[in-house]
C-alpha cells in the first residue's frame, strides 16, 4: 500500500505516518495549521486547546491513511495530509472537548452535518475523511498541497474508498477541492459561527467568508454502475487475477501486435507483471455480465507524471519488442510540453472477451474512462490504437494522431538478461 504514496516528489518525499513521526507530525500542526487556518485564527488557541487536538488527532493517525511530505535536504515536515476512516458499524465515541476554541469551531462544522447522513445517502458502508492538510510556511507556494491531496486519492482509490468527505474552510484548498471534482453539499457561513456560549465571532463577515463543510469526492460515479445487461466497476486487488487471465485469453491472443510477435510463458509472466502495477493506480476498470458475474470486458488506465520516469524491464523478447516497437513511435514527442500539462493518462489496453464482442462493449469502456478520467482532473487522454477497430473508435472521441508506425517497421528485440 505504502508504495502508492511513498517516493520523491521536487524537493521533497513522502510516506505513510507511523508512530514514531506522530510527536512531529502534531508539533507541525501546531506551529502551521492550527495558526494559520482561518476558523483557528477567528476563535484563537490556548495550551487546553492543543491538548484537544492531539486527542482528536493521536487517533486519527492510527487509522495510517494520512501521509507526510519532508525535505529531502534537511529531513524536516513540509506537509501533512491526515485522513480518517469512518464506517458505519465503527461506534466511535463523540469526541468532547474540553477547550472553549475547539469546541467551538466543531460545534460550527458539525451543524452542518446534522442534515446529511452520508452513509444512508451514498448507500456506503464507510468513506474516508479528510481531516486536515497542513504545509509549513516555508514550504507554501510550490503545489505541495496540491500533490499531497492527490498522493492521498490515489491511495484511497486503492483501498476501494467510493467516497471522500473533505470540509474547505480556505480559498486556497477550495480551489484544490474543484480541481479534483468534490462536490459541495452543505456550506456554513463564518458570520454564523459562535462560540460555546452563543456569542457570534463574525457578524459582519461577508459571503465570501464561507466553509464547505460537506464535500464529497465520488470515485468515478459515472463509471460505477449497470448499462445494458453489463455492470462497471473499479478493478479492486481481489480481481487483479481474473482480469490477468481475461487478457491472456483475449487480448493477448488477438490483439494485432502480439498476433505478430507471438506469446510464451515469460511474456505473460511480463505482462501480469506490468498489469499489476499498472491495475494498482485505481484507474482501471471491468466490465461483468450482471446475471453471471463473468468478466466481459477491461480497460487498463495509467497515470503519466512529468516528474516521475518509468521504464519496465521485459524478460521475454515478444514483449520486449512490442515495448520497442511501441516507444520508438514516441521519440521526439515530448505530450507534456506539446500540451502544457504535468499529466496525462493513458488507456494502454482495452479488451472484450470474444463471447461479448459486436455489442458496443469496447466503445462503452472508453466512454466511461474517458469521464471518469475527466472527472478526476485529466486534461489529456493518451491510448495506442493497433487496429482498425479502436482506431474507429478513437475517431468517435475525438483523438488526435501525433504519430503512426507501420507494421512493417516491427524489429525483434533481443534482451539482456
Not at 116 to 141: C, K, P, Q, T, W
Not at 245 to 251: C, V
Not at 257 to 281: C, H, Q, W, Y
Request: aromatic fraction near 12%; charge should be negative.
Amino acid at each position: 500500500m505504502a508504495h502508492l504514496v511513498e517516493g520523491d516528489w521536487k524537493r521533497f518525499t513522502f510516506k505513510v505516518i507511523e508512530k514514531p513521526d506522530y510527536a512531529p507530525v502534531l508539533k507541525h500542526l501546531e506551529e502551521n495549521f492550527h495558526q494559520d487556518e482561518p476558523l483557528s485564527i477567528i476563535v484563537g488557541s490556548s495550551e487546553l486547546k492543543f491538548k484537544d487536538l492531539e486527542r482528536f488527532t493521536t487517533p486519527a493517525l492510527d487509522d495510517g491513511l494520512s501521509i507526510v511530505a519532508l525535505d529531502k535536504e534537511t529531513g524536516k515536515i513540509a506537509g501533512v495530509r491526515l485522513t480518517t476512516r469512518e464506517g458505519k458499524n465503527s461506534h466511535k465515541e463523540p469526541f468532547l472537548c474540553e477547550s472553549d476554541e475547539q469546541g467551538t469551531i466543531f460545534n460550527f462544522l458539525d451543524s452542518a452535518q446534522k442534515t446529511i447522513n452520508i452513509f444512508e445517502e451514498y448507500g456506503l458502508d464507510e468513506y474516508a475523511d479528510f481531516a486536515m492538510a497542513s504545509v509549513a510556511r516555508e514550504f507554501r507556494g510550490e503545489g505541495l498541497a496540491t500533490e499531497l491531496y492527490e498522493r492521498s486519492l490515489k491511495l484511497l482509490r486503492h483501498l476501494g474508498f467510493k467516497l471522500v468527505k473533505s470540509t474547505f474552510t480556505s480559498p486556497y484548498t477550495r480551489k484544490i477541492g474543484t480541481k479534483y471534482g468534490f462536490e459541495e453539499l452543505a456550506r456554513k457561513y463564518f458570520r454564523e459561527l459562535q462560540n460555546t456560549r452563543g456569542d457570534y465571532l463574525c457578524p459582519n463577515a461577508d459571503d465570501n467568508e464561507y466553509v464547505w463543510r460537506i464535500s464529497i469526492w465520488k470515485m468515478a460515479h459515472c463509471v460505477l454502475g449497470e448499462w445494458k445487461k453489463y455492470t462497471f466497476k473499479l478493478i479492486s486487488k481481489s480481481e487483479y487475477s481474473i482480469v490477468i487471465k481475461h487478457l491472456e485469453d483475449n487480448f493477448h491472443q488477438d490483439e494485432p501486435l502480439s498476433v505478430i510477435v507471438g506469446n510464451s510463458a515469460i511474456k505473460f509472466k511480463d505482462l501480469d507483471r506490468f498489469t499489476t502495477g499498472v491495475m494498482e493506480e485505481g484507474l482501471s476498470i471491468a466490465l461483468f455480465e450482471t446475471a453471471t458475474q463473468k468478466l466481459a470486458g477491461a480497460c487498463i488506465t495509467s497515470a503519466c507524471r512529468k516528474s516521475e520516469k518509468s521504464h519496465f524491464h521485459c524478460e521475454s523478447e515478444e514483449q520486449a519488442t512490442i515495448f520497442g516497437f511501441l516507444e520508438s513511435a514516441e521519440e521526439g514527442i515530448d505530450l507534456f510540453e506539446m500540451y502544457d500539462v504535468d499529466e496525462y493518462a493513458e488507456i494502454i489496453m482495452v479488451s472484450v472477451d470474444r463471447e461479448f464482442r459486436g455489442e458496443g462493449l469496447a466503445t462503452e469502456l472508453y466512454d466511461k474512462s474517458i469521464k471518469m478520467l475527466k472527472e478526476l482532473g485529466f486534461k489529456l487522454t493518451e491510448s495506442t490504437f493497433t487496429s482498425p477497430y479502436t482506431r474507429k473508435i478513437s475517431q468517435r472521441f475525438g483523438y488526435e494522431e501525433v504519430s503512426k508506425k507501420y507494421f512493417r517497421e516491427i524489429k525483434n528485440t533481443k534482451v539482456v538478461k
